[in-house]
């Protein structure tokens, strides 16, 4: 019996090793240029509704409320690409082994959704951190070794959903921002992840691009500190995310940390205003942190807010921290051959509106800081997508369904 399944598994490996050296043998299939991030939820249901249909599906849920008109409006707009994040936490859950079925054609129609409107679309499994309404998410995923079979047996059952559709509008993003490897000096874990992810996608989905990222949030480092030699393959896009400086560009977010919560009505560009009335609004920011943070922090987050500032107060230094991750990346793909279009800037974006904060980012500023990405991406040849259609960062929509202030749309526009 032992010498059968040995035949078994090496037949196995044989095969995926033919699928491999096939895939290979020419360039991405895919290609984009313009995208938007799609929401990945709206209102949020708690675990415990999981396993009710009315409740979880049609899934993601964006599509209770965006049909046809929508994406076709995003086509007129000027985009090019779709990135649908999907939960994968809702895929794992014991809540929904009876809808599993239902749960995966439910993405499938999805991404036929966007391809109808003349869109091409990215199908993302976005994790995020769990929390009182899930009981699984990145950390879990990460440090459970059963957690993260089960994960990849959730991407090769994601890639065979999606591997009859035409690999020139569909590509499939194996995991959004792997939280690991984010330590100075620690033992790399996510190369060998990668792999493990890669040749399950592969291995039912032989035609489609696989969008593929490095560790550390899909940072500029992140993928730097990948061999692309690692996954012998052609039809790949590697991306990154950023959403630097975290400063100006995370204003207000609750969920982001115990400083930038206090951070609210700094310009950008910093150097666009007198520098009296940037000083007025540091000045605002720390009469916040000494009057609503813990004690025993607020020395240390107003020291935290003058180092922050003293990195972005001028032009140069803002264009060099705008700067940095492309070049990063840049330097990357050119050492290892990788060609501009096979790199994808999957996320970047500016808050709008932390939700039950009342401060708007102004349009203006918004607009002016997608402006500068968007045309830091074009220069080195990536495509883009931003982040995202409605919610705090909403650039089409905000809350509940109401319309964002149009600056930033217009400014996206403008490029067409």
Excluded at 366 to 373: F, P
Aim: charged fraction near 25%; include cysteine.
């Amino acid at each position: 019996m032992a010498a059968i399944v040995a035949m078994i598994k090496t037949s196995l490996v044989a095969l995926l090793a033919l699928a491999l050296s096939v895939c290979a043998a020419g360039a991405a299939t895919f290609s984009m240029k313009r995208g938007i991030n799609l929401d990945i939820w709206d209102t949020w249901p708690d675990e415990a509704r999981w396993g009710d249909a009315e409740a979880i599906l049609p899934f993601p849920e964006w599509r209770k409320r965006l049909g046809a008109a929508d994406f076709e409006q995003l086509k007129a707009d000027g985009f090019d690409v779709v990135r649908i994040p999907v939960d994968p936490s809702v895929l794992l859950s014991e809540k929904t082994g009876a809808l599993r079925e239902r749960l995966f054609e439910s993405v499938l129609e999805s991404a036929r959704l966007v391809n109808a409107a003349g869109l091409k679309a990215v199908v993302d499994l976005h994790l995020f951190p769990a929390g009182g309404n899930r009981k699984i998410g990145m950390a879990q995923v990460m440090d459970d070794p059963s957690l993260f079979d089960g994960y990849v047996d959730l991407v090769r059952q994601m890639g065979l959903t999606l591997a009859g559709e035409d690999p020139a509008l569909v590509a499939f993003e194996l995991m959004n921002e792997p939280v690991v490897d984010c330590e100075p000096g620690q033992t790399k874990a996510w190369p060998g992840r990668l792999k493990r992810l890669y040749a399950a996608a592969r291995a039912s989905a032989t035609r489609l691009t696989l969008v593929l990222s490095g560790g550390c949030w899909a940072s500029a480092e992140g993928l730097a500190a990948i061999d692309p030699k690692d996954i012998p393959d052609d039809n790949v896009i590697w991306t990154f995310h950023s959403y630097a400086p975290f400063l100006l560009t995370h204003q207000g977010a609750t969920w982001a940390g115990d400083f930038i919560p206090y951070v609210t009505g700094l310009p950008y560009p910093p150097h666009a205003v007198p520098r009296a009335e940037l000083d007025t609004a540091l000045e605002k920011v720390r009469e916040k942190i000494r009057s609503e943070a813990p004690l025993l922090r607020r020395s240390g987050l107003l020291s935290y807010l003058d180092e922050q500032v003293a990195t972005l107060d001028t032009k140069a230094k803002l264009d060099a921290l705008l700067d940095t991750p492309f070049r990063l990346v840049s330097d990357w793909a050119s050492k290892n051959g990788i060609a501009p279009e096979n790199i994808y800037l999957g996320e970047f974006g500016m808050i709008r509106q932390e939700y039950g904060n009342p401060f708007v980012m102004p349009g203006s500023w918004r607009a002016a800081y997608v402006g500068d990405m968007i045309a830091r991406a074009e220069a080195h040849g990536f495509a883009w997508s931003i982040w995202g259609y409605g919610g705090a960062f909403g650039i089409v929509d905000e809350f509940e369904g109401r319309k964002a202030e149009p600056g930033v749309l217009e400014a996206i526009r403008k490029l067409r």
